[in-house]
Each structure stands twice: as C-alpha cells, then as structure tokens.
C-alpha cells in the first residue's frame, strides 16, 4: 500500500490473537517473546524469523501480560487464568507458579514489569489491584488496591525509584517502589488508560487512552505537559518508547501503528499498516526494528532504521486536541535543567538509529502538534491551519464529520467540520 511501510520478515506460529510481545535485552542474540490468545508463550529469534523451540505451555486460558528480566535469565507471564508463571529464559522451564489472591469473578493478570535490577517485579490485574512480588521467591511485597476499576497497565521507571500503574478508571497513579506511598495526585484522563511509556530519564511518563489520544505528563508533579496528541481515532492499545527516547511507536484499533518525535509530537516514517486490529508494539534494544502484533495472530518486524521523517496519505486525519486536563490548585511543574529533561536530551540532535534523514513523499502528512499550554520540558511546535475541537472527550467519531475525500493514490480520506 503506498505510504505504507513493508515489513522484512512475518513471524507465523501462533494461533490465536497475539496480545503482548517483547524484545529480549541481547542485541547479539536478538529475540522477541509473546503471549497470545492461544494459551502460550512463544520465543521467536530474530535473525531467522523461527520460532525457538515448543511453545512454553502452563497457563489454562489466554496469555496477556509478559516481562523479561534486565539480565535475561526471566521471563513472566499472565493471563486470563489469573495465575502469574515465571519461567527460565534459558532452560524454558518453569521456576514458579503464583496465584494472586484476587475478587470478584472473570480475573486476569494483564499486565507485568520488572524492576531495573530484576530483584521485584510488579503486576496488575483487573480486579483494580497492583501487587509488588520478590523476583526471587515470589513473596508478596506490596499490594495497591486505590484504583477504582480493572488496572491495564504497570510499568517501573526507568531509576527504578517509582512505578506508575493505568486503569479503566480514568487515572494513572505514581507510587514509591518501595514504600507504597503515592507520590502525586492522580494523572487524570478523558478515557481508559490503555498504556503508558517512561522517558528514559524518568521524569517524563507518557499514556495512552481509549479514545486514541496520548498524553505527555511531568512524573515529578503529575503535571500535564501541554494538550493531549489525538493520534488514532479508534482506541490505542499500546505504546512503546525507542531506548533513546526520541520516538514514540503507538499501535491501534485502526489497524495501523505509527511512529511520533517524543519532542515535536509530530509523525516520523510511513504508516505501518496491517489488516485488523494491532494490540501490542515493542522497539528492539538498539533501536533498529519495531515488532507489533494483534489479530492477524501473526507478529511483524519492522526495520525502521531508513524511515526519515516523511509524510503518508494512507490516512489523513484533522489535526484534533482535547481540552487541558485540570490539576488541583498548586500542582505547578517545575522544569529540570535541560540536561535532565527529554525535550533538553533531545532537541539538538536524535540519535541516527532512531531517526535516519533520507526519504521523502507527499506533503499530505498526519500533522498532529501539541496547543494549548506547554511545559518548557517540551517546546512548542508551529502551529496547523487544520480545524481544532477544544473538549473532544473519549473515542470514536466526532459528531462534526461532514465529508469524505480520496486521495492522490484513491485512498479514502476524513475531513471533520466543527
């Protein structure tokens, strides 16, 4: 499809509705491991495409949640079953097997994370809870149950010193590792919190919502950095962050997932498409190849290391933004120096693994900037003549759609009247 990225290689053997993958931390020996709707968890190796080995059986309903150990010798999983397995990576065997004490009926691990130095890992579960275990002998550590619905998403920072968890509540909430206390208010959001991401430095955490926008956050304050990005227009599943930062890759429930400068929050490379809904996306260790998988019950690997930063008229969208998320009174972000900020590391050069600067096409671009308000952790793009709403509030379509249009390539496009 013109605009559309090709991927190099398709990695076939599950059998079901891929729903999570990630990378291993080896560049040398580069693997992808993934949970899937058919009950397994599958390691595929990169270079050959191949699956390694059987798939790893022990979960007695859909595998979700997945995490790999810094030092990769670990791997847990979760699932629909409720129960969390830890696995060797080498030996792909079971260490152990925990059942979270959980309420309520229909309970799912579905999302898990381990901490910088492997020594406690988290999961979250959709009876609202986040629970903190000892990687060692998965002893019970701390367990959070202030969410007010099923909990989507937890994720360490990257010191380690933190760990956010989303929920279908509306909220991100920002505790400390090891004492449990909640360290902001709640990051308040318009729709279900699907993902979230940490910049690198940690002061940063970006989400993901129900209704396709992404949100920029200051992780010391709780403080919105400027107006939610509107990237898709059907729910964002996932999102993964490049290891430099520089680049934000969302995957949707319109069959595509993209690639965004973390700074100008505008898209980089082609779209890349795929034939139904895309439930997961993961960046290697080096920045070279994207992998994504969801429905297809195929996983794809992207080589994004000759994508410049083009345009795309697979899908033109109007440029879209919610109104600002408001805080309680004396929430004021204070911005580090540059040199600690995302926006500071990145503004004067983006790493060539990230972002490469050959390619051109058609100026028809998905251009989506940041208004409103903006943090000076994140400087101001130029500004759109495309149409604005001020309160877009959740998913679907915006009751203002007057118009379809095609393409110079006779692909459908949407211009949205307000």
Not at 41 to 70: N, Y
Not at 249 to 256: G, I, K, L, Y
Request: hydrophobic content about 35%; proline content about 6%.
């Amino acid at each position: 499809m013109e605009g559309s990225l090709i991927p190099i290689k398709s990695l076939h053997g599950h059998t079901h509705w891929v729903q999570e993958l990630i990378f291993s931390k080896d560049v040398d020996e580069l693997k992808v491991v993934s949970t899937s709707s058919d009950e397994t968890v599958r390691i595929w190796d990169v270079s050959t495409g191949k699956q390694v080995g059987e798939p790893l059986l022990g979960h007695a309903a859909e595998t979700i949640g997945i995490a790999i150990s810094t030092d990769g010798t670990k791997i847990v999983s979760g699932g629909h079953d409720g129960k969390i397995i830890m696995w060797s990576a080498e030996a792909r065997t079971i260490i152990r097997i925990i059942k979270p004490r959980m309420s309520g009926d229909n309970l799912r691990v579905i999302s898990l994370s381990f901490s910088p130095d492997d020594k406690t890992f988290a999961s979250a579960s959709t009876d609202g809870t986040c629970t903190v275990w000892n990687s060692e002998n998965g002893e019970l550590l701390l367990d959070f149950d202030d969410h007010q619905d099923r909990v989507e998403i937890v994720s360490y920072s990257p010191s380690g010193v933190k760990i956010a968890s989303g929920s279908f509540d509306h909220t991100i909430r920002i505790r400390n590792t090891h004492t449990g206390e909640r360290l902001t208010q709640p990051l308040l959001h318009a729709d279900i919190v699907r993902s979230m991401v940490w910049s690198p430095d940690s002061r940063q955490l970006i989400s993901a919502c129900n209704g396709g926008q992404i949100y920029f956050w200051s992780a010391p304050t709780g403080t919105q950095l400027g107006s939610p990005l509107q990237a898709h227009l059907y729910p964002i599943n996932c999102m993964a962050i490049s290891p430099s930062g520089s680049l934000l890759a969302s995957a949707s429930s319109d069959h595509t997932a993209r690639l965004w400068n973390t700074v100008t929050r505008q898209p980089v490379g082609r779209v890349l498409q795929h034939n139904d809904v895309v439930s997961t996306v993961a960046f290697s260790p080096n920045g070279q190849f994207v992998a994504t998988g969801g429905v297809e019950c195929i996983i794809f690997l992207w080589d994004i290391s000759q994508e410049g930063v083009i345009a795309t008229d697979a899908v033109s969208v109007s440029l879209l933004h919610a109104a600002p998320i408001p805080h309680p009174a004396g929430d004021i972000d204070q911005p580090p120096s540059s040199s600690d900020s995302l926006a500071g590391s990145l503004r004067l050069s983006i790493p060539a693994s990230d972002v490469p600067i050959d390619g051109t096409q058609d100026a028809s671009s998905l251009l989506v900037a940041p208004t409103g308000p903006i943090d000076s952790e994140v400087p101001p793009t130029s500004s759109s003549s495309t149409p604005t709403r001020d309160a877009l509030q959740g998913g679907g379509w915006p009751s203002g759609l007057t118009a379809w249009h095609c393409s110079s390539s006779g692909l459908p496009l949407v211009t949205i009247f307000f």
